[in-house]
């Protein structure tokens, strides 16, 4: 996506415009405008002079946003683009306008209602009265030309905006008291009193210049309260430090952060601010990472560990490294990701966008109605004149523009602050809308990180012996389980004694020489294929494997040596949070490639509403696909394998440890690698839309209300009348409720479980009542690669939800969602080259 800077937009209908304009330019397959940062983000074949040439002709002007390779000037241009310039001018402009302002009330209103004292010239002398509020209404108009510069240069482009409404509203107010005052000038030139005094309540001056002022000062609190929007995002730009310090020619040099490149050696001091990514090459610390991941606990580092740039060093000195530099560092992407997430719109502001690009021609048409109106009926041209005026001024569409990427911007700011990055502002909103949540086992409930539980040693040998045995012959192996039980040796101080002939075999196994005996190991099925097994050995398998544990054989000479169990320990948070998001309403699927007897093992210990095992890395996406025809599907993991599954899903998680390729594929990134910032990252999203939703019908309502109020529908019927001067004020305050209404999410306490909504989900419920289970007998089964194809193509049929085969009881127990009739079930076994003998309900 290309970005670009556009200026000269002043509220909804400007974007709306610009937006028109560059997606009817040829090549351009899509467009988004954000009026609150002032940027444009642009996808398609369509040249960047061409885009350009189309927002200079619909009245506004772009520039391209200039990307750069160092982090310095990269932050930089980002920050300066989000730096608040609007609020100091139109500080100085309200300020200048109030000078005048104050005077021209005093002499319009103070005089002529409460008879506060003029100088003696003024006595009696209308005319002077009058040419003293002209004169200081064109000097507050002069200081707010802007929004007559900008208003009319709309018009003339046809494409009306907010700063047309007021100029228009204003000059309408300024030419009729011009016009009042010139007649005033005829009565007093022929003498007639009476008319010269009626003509002083015709002049409208006080609320030309008030509707600009008003406006002004609406708009400075507005641009305020925008600023402060963007605040997390230019906090995490003010974290780059601008110096380090590194090794060149053996001398320590400071030079700006810029010049270091992949492969430098820098050193970090305690106290001072990590400059870009790297490696620990030596020292010992603890580094404050709360800056990216939202952790306040300190991080221990050592040789090897690794280090973000923006992360403050606490404690030791460092020698690190370099290994991300510029704009490729952590800090650069989540800086670059909020940015982009700020740029692109949600589905929910579809709405307002449509009603925002007619919302100001309507409001112009409705002013003209209301003026001939009160005209045919009877009204003088003043009192239509000011309903008109009313009309204009208290329309707002910028209200409907800001509702909802203000919150957006506060939602995501809030988000980036506690390690949780949405990549857009769409997925910002559809976490919200998530009904089921499938987690993947590996690295997501669990630590991904297996380690040794039980060790039972066999026919007189002791622990430590079996664990020599065992590391002796998984030292050469590379597989997770290995590793586990090596560390375990390490750990217990062992050495590894040199084996030869070392093979890894088909089914699970691994065999060598160790001081001329036959070494060999691995899951039962392969132990109990070379040595004879006894039934309590058989027994000791099934319960470890029904508490969710690996158990690994080791056998010498045709001996067993004992039973290494090995597991992927559940994460401390997973229970809890898991609880958390079906507390809210959500179906919690943990997806596998564990068999079934593992899987529900560590399924119950994690709490989870449904288990599927035995699915392969290709499998999870058709399980997505499946989960979504029931509902909104969001998939959470970490692997490579998870990647397809993460882009099918409606909403994809990738947990921030995990593979590069699975965080390019998710929609949302959780840099605490936590599974709790699952529920708070829905928390979050539904806070935001609770928001949006806020902004929009306050928007809409104040509309709703305020144009039928302004345009005197309801004098005859409760004698209210709105005066130009409140319109103006009210349209003043309306966009900046809806920008402050957003900032409120700024106290929003994410993980706090007491804030939990809990969403009316059917998905748990049907799957309860809905669900029947059929046994199928089947002959021909031999093996588990027999009960793998069976349950793939048994679990492939539309209404079944799971299918649990057994090659040894020789059945496949199948649970239904639907019914399925018993020839199609027979069909998908008998296809697999089984037959089914029989089934039962």
Known sequence: ??????????????SARVEKAVSGVKGVTSCSVSLLTNSMGVEGTASAEEIIAAVRDAGYDASVKTASKNQTSHLSSEEDTLKDRETPLLKKRLLASLCFWIVLMYVSMGHMMW????????????????LMQLLLTVIVMVINQKFFISGFKSLYHRSPNMDALVALGSTAAFVYSTIAL??????????????VISYMHEFYFESAATILTLITLGKMLE????????????????????????????????VPVEQVAKGDIFVVRPGENIPVDGTVLDGNSAVDESTLTGESIPVDKAAGSTVSAGTLNQSGFLRCEATRVGENTTLSQIIQMVSDAAATKAPIAKVADKVSGVFVPAVIIIAVITVISWLIAGKTMGFALARGISVLVISCPCALGLATPVAIMVGNGMGAKNGILFKTAVSLEKTGRTQIV???????????EPTVTDMIAINGRSESELLSIAYALEKKSEHPLAK??????????????????????????????????????GSYQFISGKIQTSDEIKLKYEQLSEEGKTPLFFALNDELAGIIAVADTIKEDSPCAIKEMQNMGLHVVMLTGDNERTAKAIGAKAGVNEVIAGVLPDGKESVIRKRQQKGKVMMVGDGINDAPALTSADIGIAIGAGADVAIDAADVVLMKSCLSDVPAAIRLSRATLKNIHENLFWAFIYNIIGIPLAAGLFINLLGWQLNPMFASLAMSLSSFSVVTNALRLNFFRMHDSKRNHKIKNKINTE?????????????????????????????????VTKAEVSHKTGTAVVTLEKDVSDDILKQAVADQGYKVTDIQC
């Open 1 to 14: 996506m290309e970005q670009y800077t556009v200026t000269g937009m002043s509220c909804a209908a400007c």
């Open 115 to 130: 008879g506060w004292p003029l100088p003696p010239f003024f006595n009696d002398n209308h005319v002077a009265m009058g």
């Open 182 to 195: 010139f007649a005033m000038t005829d009565a007093q030139i022929k003498g007639n009193s009476d008319e």
């Open 223 to 254: 641009a305020r309260s925008k600023g402060k929007t963007t605040d997390a995002l230019k906090g995490l730009m003010k974290l780059s430090p601008k110096t380090a310090t590194v090794l060149r020619d053996g001398e320590e040099i400071t």
């Open 438 to 448: 499938a987690l993947d086992k590996t690295g997501t409930i669990t630590k991904g």
């Open 484 to 521: 586990a039980i090596n560390q375990k040796a390490e750990q217990e101080g062992l050495a590894a004694d040199e084996v030869e002939d070392f093979q890894a075999l088909p089914g699970n196994g691994l065999t060598a020489v160790l001081n001329g005996s036959i070494l060999c190991g």
């Open 767 to 799: 799957m309860e009542t809905k669900s029947m289970t059929k046994t199928l007998k089947i002959e021909g089964m031999m093996c588990e690669h027999c009960e793998m194809h069976t349950k793939k193509a048994l679990e492939a049929l539309d209404g």
